[in-house]
């Protein structure tokens, strides 16, 4: 079975403050793909990014990085420079098995709040 | 151009009705789903069709039926609406059933409530 855990409901800060997403998975695949999507006020999932479990390399993307650790487990989700458009609930996912077919496995997702 | 549309937007209706949500992608691609995402945010797979076969069916009552009419459509009936069906619930589509290997896409979700 898969499951996602983001350990942190609510997180609030500052603009300009750096903040780091925390995402812990479980599987027993060795094949796996993980995601993160973002839910701005509007609604709408955004897909930001996706990392398969043989791509540990660290990726960045503007004022968006990511920290892949398989020894934990772990895909971090880190924003530099905090803005207020940043503001949304941010989920973890897992895809999981050959044959998972688009099961996303979603974490209970994190709402960052950023206050000006 | 949108390229996952869900219909409607928001839903508000009594206990007992029937009620149909559609959903269109216009990407091409082969697989689509309905997730379901309750009040606390917890997002759901419910179902998932490739080319028009369902291989998802992740116990849902089966008040709720899908039906897909061809590979780019996806609607969702749901039978006899109970207070707990209230929810945003989300078309998505993605190139191959194997999601991994590409992205999945989300229509903007549908708001029912269920009064």
């Known amino acids: 079975a898969q499951k996602v855990t983001q350990a942190q409901t609510e997180i609030s800060v500052v603009e300009k403050e750096d903040v780091t997403l925390d995402c812990v998975y479980e599987t027993r695949d060795t094949t796996y793909y993980l995601f993160w999507y973002k839910q701005p006020p509007s609604g709408e999932l955004v897909f930001l990014i996706r990392r398969n479990s043989f791509d540990e390399q660290n990726e960045i993307s503007g004022r968006y990085s990511w920290n892949f650790q398989k020894s934990t487990s772990s895909f971090n989700f880190t924003i530099t420079a905090s803005q207020v458009v940043d503001s949304a609930v941010y989920f973890c996912?897992?895809?999981?098995?050959?044959?998972?077919?688009?099961?996303?496995?979603f974490g209970q997702g994190t709402i960052l709040t950023v206050h000006p | 151009d949108t390229a996952v549309s869900q219909t409607p937007k928001y839903l508000v209706t009594q206990m007992g009705n029937d009620k149909s949500i559609k959903c269109e992608q216009n990407l091409g691609h082969d697989t689509m789903y309905w997730y379901k995402q309750d009040s606390k945010k917890f997002l759901k797979i419910m179902f998932s069709?490739?080319?028009?076969?369902?291989?998802i069916n992740e116990t849902v009552p089966n008040r709720f039926s899908p039906k897909s009419p061809d590979k780019a459509h996806l609607n969702l009936h749901i039978n006899s609406l109970e207070l707990g069906d209230s929810a945003v619930y989300f078309c998505?589509?993605?190139?191959?059933?194997?999601?991994?290997?590409?992205?999945?896409?989300f229509g903007e979700g549908s708001r029912l409530t269920v009064l």
């Open positions: 069709y490739n080319n028009k076969e369902l291989i």
């Open positions: 996912a897992l895809n999981a098995g050959g044959t998972s077919y688009g099961k996303l496995t």
């Open positions: 998505a589509s993605s190139q191959t059933r194997v999601v991994g290997t590409g992205e999945l896409f």
